[in-house]
């Protein structure tokens, strides 16, 4: 009996310990304040509050794999979709179940496809490049998807030119990058907001104010955002240059380059395949995935086929597989974008409506972060006239509550920023002229800044 009881002790520190060091456990954004989603609708710039919870809200995990049970709803406001998508994020439901020790495909490597290849720490899902739509050379016309005729040999079959959604459906995501298919929210690319690239190439942000995930920063390694269906972690744009962690920050580079072609007849390895459409205004280079060819990079800080590579990361310090939501120099997301078109490892998380095993729950561990040091807010326009947008730098991991206080001490506003997004506005155009204070605290640190207010009378 003394022998089990030990055995049974070692278990449980044994489960204990991998969940206070496995990134797959500890790095979700559990909801631990009831937070709900919003979202906007077409034609109204006031977002609609949801009655679901935002982010995850229950994380568990057994030997061999963590549960996230989430609403696929991001903290960040969803929508609208201004290319007829009739749909808006909804409640999913289940687990995610990704595997705690993944391991590389020493095989066929496996293909991404349609629907969830992944999910990120807020719980919401992780497309791949496509959307379901092709070209159909005998019909010489687009097929799959809405408002077209199937493609021949019906879904899931082969098609030799498949169109790419970052590209074609750019005009029906919201600021945050993503829309939902029959309800269920998504990304299929690196999920910051519009308006925060270098080149900003959708005004959605503009007509319905919002924001995403995380913000890019290329000052500090980009944070672990999510996890592929094959266990292994992803990554913002930005990483350390050389995969020992050495080379200062750099961003993390794609591969793939689009061909220099006009004609669509061959596949980028010269197989023949049925002709697509020629290179044109309608159908750019890059509408379609096989436009591309994957060239090897010469240094470390080009990824591999998969998008990724193997190298040391903050919550890796003894290095991982790891797959990076690539942009390009204008930090516009850039092909294949996450992971793709192929798994680097062997593909077993999947999504589950049941646990069938025993497992524990984690708990997490309050973040104490150090404003000065840990986490970076910004504050602009100073000075201003119409609003003072506070954003956080980076991935807000707890609520920053920001107080703006007239130059008496008054407080004039109050705003929260919650996990899981990034900004928030105070209207400034009701104030005087002056010189106001703004104050931001997380768990009991906080920090002042002063802000300017001139009207624009």
Partial sequence: MQKAFFALVFFA????????????????????????????????????????????????????????????????????????????????????????????????????????????????????YRDGVAWNANTNALCGGPGNPPCPGGMGATQAWNRDAVVAERAGFDCAKGHPAMGNYHHHQNPSAFNLDLNVISNICDLYLADGLYTLDSAQHSPLIGFAYDGFPIYGAYGFQNADGTGGITRIKSGYHLRNITARTTHADGTDVSDGPAVSGT???????????????????????????????????????????????????????????????????????????????????????????NLKMNLFPNPTGDFIAVQAEGLLREKVVARLFDASGKRIQELEIHPGSTIGYFDCRALYDGVYTVSLETEGRAVVCKQVVVRRD
């Fill in 283 to 373: 159908f750019p280079l890059g509408y379609f995935r096989e436009d591309y060819e994957f060239i090897p990079g010469a240094s470390a800080d080009v990824l591999d086929e998969h998008n990724g590579r193997f190298c040391i990361t903050p919550e890796y310090p003894q290095g991982t597989y790891a797959y990076f939501c690539t942009v390009n120099e204008n930090w516009n997301s850039a092909y294949p974008y996450v992971v793709g078109p192929t798994f680097y490892g062997t593909r077993t998380a999947s999504k589950v409506q049941t646990i069938t095993e025993t497992v524990t729950t984690y708990t997490p561990v309050t973040a104490v972060s150090d404003l000065n040091n």
């Fill in 13 to 128: 520190s044994a489960l204990h310990l991998q969940a206070q060091t496995n990134p797959a456990i500890t790095q979700w954004l559990i909801n631990t304040t009831d937070l709900k989603g919003r979202h906007y609708v077409q034609g109204n710039s006031t977002p609609i509050q949801d009655n679901v919870l935002a982010n995850a809200q229950l994380v568990q995990y057994s030997d061999n794999w963590v549960y996230v049970k989430a609403t696929g709803i991001p903290a960040y406001i969803t929508g609208p979709f201004l290319d007829g998508n009739p749909s808006i994020a909804t409640a999913q439901t289940g687990f995610f179940k990704v595997p705690l020790q993944p391991v590389a495909n020493t095989g066929t490597f496996t293909p991404t496809s349609g629907g969830n290849i992944g999910v990120f720490i807020n719980g919401a899902a992780l497309f791949d």
